[in-house]
């Protein structure tokens, strides 16, 4: 997080969680506050597909509009539907010596709270979880990435209309405000990118006690075993690997592959590759956003024997799609998060050895198994470390809104998605209204017998 956009950072984080006030708002006014959220998204779906094409320097429509803007309107369709029953008080009976007293759990918000979004999916990175937040009655800063600086201006002008001010404060900036906004006093801290990242985000937040949840990355893996389809895993792992150019958090990083269908496995995806992109110059293929990420792709296929996927290979800034058989493990294309459209290819022996293989390394996000005996699968997902798992696909688990999305060690703290997404932006307040007879107020000084009785009991 180095650099900046001005020396004005400190000073306009200040004012953004100054502006936020008032007290928490009721069921009423969240729904309403979501509900002008999801209008908001729906009446701009062109203008943000538009914003993030041009931010990409080519971004398919389709792609921003069932990945981004629809997974968003679903996500609140969802949250407006169950947020009735995830705001109920919850009656808990009492331990017998509070005999006479109620008890409650209530949920509240966790108050003022700051997301960070990252560039890779700078719509529905940002937007979902500030449906959560809106769902759980906080108020919120929201900082879009400086990488999509078209999309992150069309958010700004999108809520600052739909949204009061005093509720969410869109700042727009570089890395010296997203560290302002770190040391702030706030009340949670959400933030997606990079583990590195993270990990500085989570040293900074600790100054203040700020609760956070990470949502970063790493190397998920793909396992293919023995007897899997292979025309049907390879079309799903490179419709999950090419999505966005392989920009996506989840995607599968690298496969795992039985030593002796490797040259099968090569074929499969070139096969797979050529169905799902027959021109991978035309408007179906995303380009590589940042320079600094394209020149890195190429100097790790440089490293590496590479086979290519597409005839014929695109122009930059797309960069087509790789496979790499027998990748070195100990090689940089193993040792970092490729986020590109490289599929680097480890072949195993045995499913044991597979299963060491992606377990000695960081706990992923995701975890994809194919195959197709049911109980082999269900196996390798209880055995293998990962934030999520996924048996014969890539990628969908994350528009399931109600399952919980989120890593684990070196790939995030917390979860969110569904109700998910609400506890993550509250936390449990409990609440007992005493009686005026309860047993337990016995315990008072001063300690005569019936307190040695009491203690007699409770040592028994």
């Not at 981004?68 to 969802?78: I, P, S, Y």
């Not at 293998?384 to 109600?402: E, I, K, P």
């Amino acid at each position: 997080m180095d650099g900046g956009r001005g020396p004005n950072a400190a000073e306009q984080a200040r004012m953004a969680f100054e502006a936020l006030h008032g007290n928490p708002p009721d069921l009423a006014a969240r729904r309403a506050h979501i509900t002008a959220l999801r209008r908001a998204a729906r009446d701009a779906a062109e203008d943000l597909a538009r914003a993030v094409d041009a931010d990409f320097g080519g971004r398919p429509r389709a792609e921003t509009m069932l990945a981004e803007v629809g997974l968003v309107l679903a996500h609140a369709d969802w949250t407006l539907r169950r947020l009735p029953s995830w705001t109920k008080v919850r009656r808990v009976r009492l331990p017998p010596e509070f005999l006479g007293a109620s008890g409650r759990v209530e949920r509240v918000p966790l108050g003022r709270v700051a997301i960070l979004g990252p560039w890779n999916y700078p719509i529905q990175l940002t937007l979902l979880p500030l449906v959560a937040a809106l769902a759980g009655g906080n108020r919120v800063i929201l900082k879009p990435s400086e990488a999509t600086p078209r999309t992150a201006a069309l958010l700004a002008e999108v809520l600052g209309r739909a949204l009061p001010s005093d509720l969410v404060q869109v700042v727009e900036g570089g890395p010296a405000l997203a560290r302002a906004l770190c040391n702030l006093p706030l009340d949670g801290l959400f933030f997606t990118g990079s583990t590195r990242t993270g990990r500085e985000v989570a040293m900074a937040a600790a100054r203040n006690l700020t609760p956070v949840t990470l949502e970063l990355g790493g190397k998920s893996p793909a396992i293919l075993l023995p007897d899997a389809d292979l025309p049907q895993a390879a079309r799903a792992l490179m419709a999950g690997k090419l999505f966005s150019a392989g920009q996506t958090c989840v995607a599968p990083d690298y496969a795992l592959v039985p030593r002796a269908r490797m040259a099968e496995v090569v074929e499969a995806l070139r096969a797979a590759t050529q169905r799902l992109y027959p021109d991978p110059d035309g408007a179906d293929y995303a380009a590589i956003l940042r320079p600094q990420d394209h020149a890195r792709l190429l100097g790790l296929l440089r490293m590496q024997g590479a086979v290519a996927l597409m005839d014929p290979m695109p122009l930059a800034p797309r960069l087509g799609a790789w496979a790499v058989p027998d990748a070195d493990p100990d090689s940089p294309l193993m040792r970092e998060e490729i986020f590109g459209p490289i599929l680097p290819l480890i072949p195993y022996d045995d499913l044991t050895q597979a299963e060491a293989f992606a377990n000695a390394r960081p706990c992923p996000l995701a975890l994809y198994v194919f195959g197709q005996d049911r109980a082999a699968c269900e196996g390798v997902v209880a055995r293998v470390r990962s934030g999520g798992a996924l048996v014969n696909d890539t990628l969908l688990q994350v528009a399931a809104h109600t399952l919980p999305f989120g890593g684990a060690g070196e790939s995030g703290l917390g979860a969110y998605h569904g109700e998910e997404g609400f506890r993550a932006f509250t936390r449990p307040r409990s609440v007992m209204v005493a009686s005026r007879l309860m047993p337990a107020r016995l315990g008072r000084p001063p300690f005569g017998a019936t307190v040695q009785r009491i203690i007699r009991f409770l040592l028994r």
